[in-house]
């Protein structure tokens, strides 16, 4: 098994409920943890503010494996493709695949932006506290170099709660 960071997003329609949503179907892949939900500020073109998580995956699911299921599970629930950056339903992002690398034209992990966006590094942080970053610097030395002040607490992981139980009872 392998522990594998998903960035989630939302900021179109009931931006909770699409979290939850794409939440619930990676735990059909393996167990979940997730992090608190944060509000942020857009980056791109103006649009609504997002609702942002981290997801830690346990799975024996390869990268490409993994991010075409990602992929399959924003199309299941409704992503529209608009602009780069643009307005998202949900946008599912595989950040890191265990030690793994990979460089290919429509996958690369760790996520090249990763390290520069607060939006993924704060709730990365929830649920990987203490972490070396790809190139070996520590999170909260990066988190420090950034602007955090755009990222708002939301909802904290307990907003997943009922939806455990739920799915334990399956």
Same mark, same amino acid.
């Given at each position: 098994?392998?522990?594998?960071?998903?960035?989630?997003g939302?900021?179109v329609?009931?931006?909770?409920a699409?979290?939850r949503?794409a939440?619930?179907?990676?735990?059909?892949?393996?167990?979940?943890?997730v992090?608190r939900v944060?509000?942020?500020?857009?980056?791109g073109?103006?649009?609504?503010?997002?609702l942002?998580a981290?997801?830690?995956?346990e799975?024996?699911?390869?990268p $490409?494996e993994?991010?075409?299921?990602?992929?399959?599970?924003e199309?299941q629930l409704? $992503?529209?493709?608009?602009?780069r950056w643009?307005?998202r339903e949900?946008d599912?992002?595989?950040l890191?695949?265990?030690?793994?690398?990979?460089?290919?034209?429509?996958?690369?992990?760790?996520?090249?932006?990763? #390290?520069?966006r607060?939006?993924?590094?704060?709730?990365?942080?929830?649920?990987?506290?203490?972490?070396?970053?790809?190139?070996?610097?520590?999170?909260?030395d990066?988190?420090? #170099?950034?602007? #955090?002040?755009?990222v708002?607490a939301f909802?904290?992981?307990?907003?997943f709660?009922?939806?455990?139980?739920?799915h334990?009872?399956?």
């Open positions: 098994m392998t522990e594998a960071f998903i960035g989630l939302s900021n329609g009931d931006r909770l699409y979290l949503a939440v619930s179907a990676l735990r059909e892949l393996g167990p979940v943890r992090s944060y509000e942020t500020e857009p980056v073109p103006p649009q609504a503010r997002f942002n981290v997801a830690a995956l799975t024996e699911l390869r $490409r993994l991010f075409d299921e990602l992929k399959r599970i199309s409704g $992503r529209i493709t608009r602009e643009g307005p949900i599912l992002d595989l890191l695949h265990g030690e793994e690398s990979v460089d290919e034209p429509d996958l690369v992990v760790p996520h090249p932006a990763m #390290t520069v607060a939006f993924v590094l704060v709730p990365l942080g929830d649920v990987l506290p203490g972490a070396t970053l790809p190139g070996g610097q520590m999170l909260g990066v988190l420090r #170099t950034l602007e #955090t002040a755009g708002c909802a904290d992981a307990d907003v709660a009922n939806q455990d139980e739920v334990r009872k399956r």
